[in-house]
């Protein structure tokens, strides 16, 4: 728990380089990260762009996977996860495109896609690092509640407080908001050797409260991670308010 959000992001971005350097990844060992989207790990990324700016980590041999992606928005519109990651980290990181990895939500067959993506995470060992977010009704990625706790990367159709809270990027406008995405499984998440989720604002003390107090279920698919061996909760003194 630190003070603030700020506070929140200098030690999650710490950590992860940290983890990075410490790995000393090469290109036939490269570190492999997961990362989120979304406007709680905005800060994080800030700072991962400035440690790499100031010669503190490189992520030249670094792999990541996205943990989603919406199903039929363009690649490059700019609410796309491809767009997202691209405005605010890739592009000012040293990651080779060739090490990025985003589910591609216009695939022909979403099946093969999502299992593509699962295959070639095995391939790399699996992921050394995930770090996430919350959303308020308690799903992790796009794992809405109700879905199963050894999930795999899949499609998974949008409930209505998801879409009514992302339509603030879609200009306030449900009916804009996609109502499907590509998504890696709880189980997916659970298979990675450490899980760092981050929850900031009194809007996520309710969401933060089951994480930890909860009983685990998959009415709130973030429970899971009570029984991950190295999960760490990120948050800040307002998101514990109904701790
Ligand atoms: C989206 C993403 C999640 C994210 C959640 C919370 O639904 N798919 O990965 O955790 O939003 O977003 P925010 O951080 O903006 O509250």
Redesign the pocket.
């Known amino acids: 728990i630190a003070d603030n959000s700020d506070k929140v992001a200098d030690y999650v971005a710490s950590y992860t380089i940290q983890r990075i350097n410490d790995f000393g990844p090469t290109k036939e060992r490269p570190f492999v990260l997961g990362l ?6 905005l800060k994080t990324y800030q700072r991962l762009i400035q440690a790499f700016r100031e010669g503190r980590v490189s992520f030249k041999h670094v792999v990541t996977f996205n ?2 992606e919406y199903v039929g928005l363009p690649r490059d519109h700019p609410e796309s996860y491809h767009s997202f990651m691209k405005n605010n980290l890739f592009s000012f990181i040293d990651v080779p495109q060739e090490n990025i990895n985003i589910l591609n939500g216009n695939a022909p067959d979403l099946l093969a896609e999502c299992q593509r993506f699962e295959d070639k995470i095995v391939a790399y060992g699996g992921i050394d690092l995930f770090l ?5 009704d308690g ?4 794992n809405e509640p109700g879905s199963s706790l050894a999930s795999r990367t899949r499609v998974k159709s949008l409930n209505q407080e ?1 879409i009514a ?2 339509a603030r990027f879609f200009d306030n406008d449900i009916s804009k908001v996609p109502t499907m ?1 590509l ?1 890696v499984g709880v189980g997916t998440i659970m298979d990675a050797r450490t899980v760092v989720i981050i929850a900031t604002g009194a ?2 003390a309710p969401a933060v409260a089951q994480c930890v107090e909860g009983s685990v279920s998959h009415a709130f698919p973030v429970t899971q991670l009570q029984h991950h061996r190295s999960m760490v909760l990120c948050v800040d003194e307002d998101a514990t308010l109904d701790l």
């Not at 996430?132 to 308020?136: L, T």
């Open positions: 989120p989207t979304g406007s709680t790990p943990m989603d996430g977010g919350i959303g308020s799903h992790i990625a796009f998801t809270a992302n995405a998504t809007g996520k």
